[in-house]
């Protein structure tokens, strides 16, 4: 039994650049992003490191997140002590919120809660950081109603203001941040969250960023929502049991998920950046010739088998 | 045992409207976007026409779609055709592709394909429409890199140009448009989907976008995501069933779902948008003087018992 694909929409991935123009006319069929993926070096990658990659393991799978310490240097510390002295095992996913965020951490943090070990109980809010912490900036050309100015940092989606010179990372689909209450040095990385709907980028510049999911985002996205106030869960709910949180470095290589990100420097992420920008036919009509900041696909790849 | 909140991130729509500051001092603490809708009236909000208003049943719940005929009528005509005569029940959902899309039809529509009865197989593309058809705009002063103007038209998201005096209908979070092959003409309304990620702006003016889920959207984003490429369901996946598509005026009283929408016309809507795009004290911290089209919520509620 076959598949209906007759009536397909295409793939966000899956269609070329073109003229912007806002005529009937057919656009003509450029390379897509894939496309363009598909002529990459070995150079326009580079690998994880294995000291900022980190392993949650759910019951159904494995989420990889590479945290970004140039972002946010003491709550990424904080977390690595948290991560090292196994802190979040066996904790749980607390708050699913429909096209908001998925949030995990102690489930009994407000009645017993698990000892932070020698992690710090405060960390001052990174909410941006000097815009000298940031080697790898690469501009993307695009108006952002959120930052003065836009672009990606070998991986990660900033915005950046060069009036104050800070910089941050924004809230884009899968990034993962630190709940806080209302004072900013409330956080300290024990409850984290990651953006699974439209992108909240009201929240840029308002909390710690420190990182991003890269694989395994449709375990936190598909995860039932609370069914109490803000997709928290209640004790009717069956919640999600974190298994283990560990860095890449402590898990077995043949146990390793080996991916590898597109440099953002490599002038072939420009070109996939204009791909999305004004997409080519012949399903296309019509070429946007923008491209929002969290539309613009970061890619993440298994790396080849050498 | 009480849930842990000590380290939540807020609500997005809990928080209230600020001026515009970079600076660090606190922002003045403001009515929200809920608190606002506490304050509305009943003339505030409108009712549904149970001529426009499907509900599609899933075995985990309804799903509620309320189609924008002035956007598409063709379309839509087409669509209500389709309803009318039950041809979706017994259908399925073929695609559940993560920050994209979920989409439903005949999975047997390349093979065995299901009868459009007295529907037309070929509808023209309505991509976007003379602006004449709208006589409920407001605009959002807000930029857009989509549109060259945005706004919202009784309940949603909208786009338009005065120099070709059209408009159209925004890919937002939970829009509902109908799938097509790379002919314009090629879709029908046979095969929808509904956006479950982070809005794909690029599908404007290239697809016919008919309407809008205004509830059960989670029945939808939770969906697991298809084994096969774009998300689809391949013959090892389980597919969901849709167990009927109605309109609300075919469902006795009892069993409808006694929605209503605010009125974008209504200045109080005006509000809520000016309270998401400076929010205000003590949770934030920075308010960011900007509202990015599908970040506007558009209220909808049960009607108030009388």
Same mark, same amino acid.
């Given at each position: 039994?076959?598949?209906?694909?007759?009536?397909h929409?295409?793939? %966000?991935?899956?269609?070329?650049?073109?003229?912007? @123009?806002?005529s009937?006319?057919?656009?003509?069929?450029?390379?897509?992003?894939s496309?363009?993926?598909?002529?990459?070096?070995?150079?326009?990658?580079?690998?994880? !490191?294995?000291?900022?990659?980190l392993?949650? /393991?759910?019951?159904?799978?494995?989420? $990889?997140?590479?945290?970004?310490?140039?972002?946010?240097?003491q709550?990424?510390?904080?977390?690595?002590?948290?991560? +090292?002295? =196994?802190? *979040?095992?066996?904790?749980?996913?607390?708050?699913?919120?429909?096209? #908001?965020?998925a949030q995990?951490?102690?489930?009994?943090?407000?009645?017993?809660?698990? @000892?932070?070990?020698?992690?710090?109980?405060? $960390?001052?809010g990174?909410?941006?950081?000097?815009?000298?912490?940031?080697k790898? *900036?690469?501009?993307?050309?695009?108006?952002d109603? #959120?930052?003065?100015?836009?672009? =990606?940092?070998?991986g990660?989606?900033?915005g950046?203001d060069?009036?104050?010179?800070?910089?941050?990372?924004?809230?884009?689909?899968?990034m &993962?941040?630190?709940?806080?209450?209302?004072?900013t040095?409330?956080? !300290?990385?024990? /409850?984290?969250?990651? &953006?699974?709907?439209?992108?909240?980028?009201?929240?840029?510049?308002n909390?710690? $960023?420190?990182?991003?999911?890269?694989?395994?985002?449709?375990?936190?996205?598909?995860?039932? +929502?609370?069914?109490?106030?803000?997709? *928290?869960?209640?004790?009717?709910?069956? +919640?999600t049991?974190?298994?283990? &949180?560990? *860095?890449?470095?402590e898990?077995?290589?043949?146990?390793?998920?080996?991916?590898?990100?597109?440099? @953002? /420097?490599?002038?072939? #992420?420009?070109s996939?950046l204009? %791909?999305?920008?004004?997409?080519?036919?012949?399903?296309?009509?019509?070429?946007?010739? #923008?491209? /929002?900041?969290?539309n613009?696909?970061?890619?993440? +790849?298994?790396?080849?088998k050498?």
């Amino acid at each position: 039994m076959a598949l209906s694909r007759k009536f397909h929409i295409a793939l %966000a991935t899956s269609l070329g650049a073109a003229l912007c @123009s806002a005529s009937a006319a057919d656009l003509p069929v450029r390379p897509s992003a894939s496309d363009l993926i598909k002529t990459s070096q070995p150079s326009d990658w580079r690998p994880l !490191n294995p000291e900022n990659t980190l392993y949650m /393991e759910l019951p159904a799978g494995r989420v $990889v997140i590479e945290l970004a310490p140039e972002f946010a240097p003491q709550n990424v510390a904080n977390i690595k002590t948290l991560v +090292r002295e =196994h802190y *979040f095992d066996g904790l749980a996913i607390l708050r699913s919120q429909d096209n #908001y965020v998925a949030q995990w951490g102690d489930p009994n943090a407000e009645t017993q809660p698990k @000892s932070l070990g020698s992690a710090k109980a405060k $960390v001052a809010g990174e909410f941006s950081v000097p815009m000298a912490n940031d080697k790898h *900036f690469v501009r993307q050309k695009d108006f952002d109603g #959120y930052a003065p100015q836009i672009g =990606h940092s070998n991986g990660f989606p900033v915005g950046r203001d060069p009036k104050s010179k800070t910089t941050w990372l924004a809230h884009c689909y899968g990034m &993962v941040g630190v709940g806080r209450d209302n004072d900013t040095d409330s956080g !300290n990385g024990a /409850e984290l969250y990651a &953006v699974t709907g439209h992108a909240p980028r009201h929240l840029d510049r308002n909390i710690t $960023v420190v990182g991003r999911v890269i694989a395994g985002m449709p375990l936190l996205t598909t995860l039932t +929502r609370g069914s109490e106030a803000m997709g *928290f869960y209640g004790g009717k709910d069956a +919640r999600t049991p974190i298994t283990s &949180v560990r *860095f890449e470095s402590e898990v077995p290589e043949a146990e390793r998920s080996h991916l590898e990100v597109m440099r @953002s /420097e490599a002038p072939i #992420y420009q070109s996939i950046l204009e %791909a999305q920008r004004n997409r080519g036919g012949p399903w296309n009509k019509y070429a946007a010739n #923008y491209l /929002e900041l969290c539309n613009a696909m970061i890619p993440v +790849r298994e790396r080849p088998k050498q």
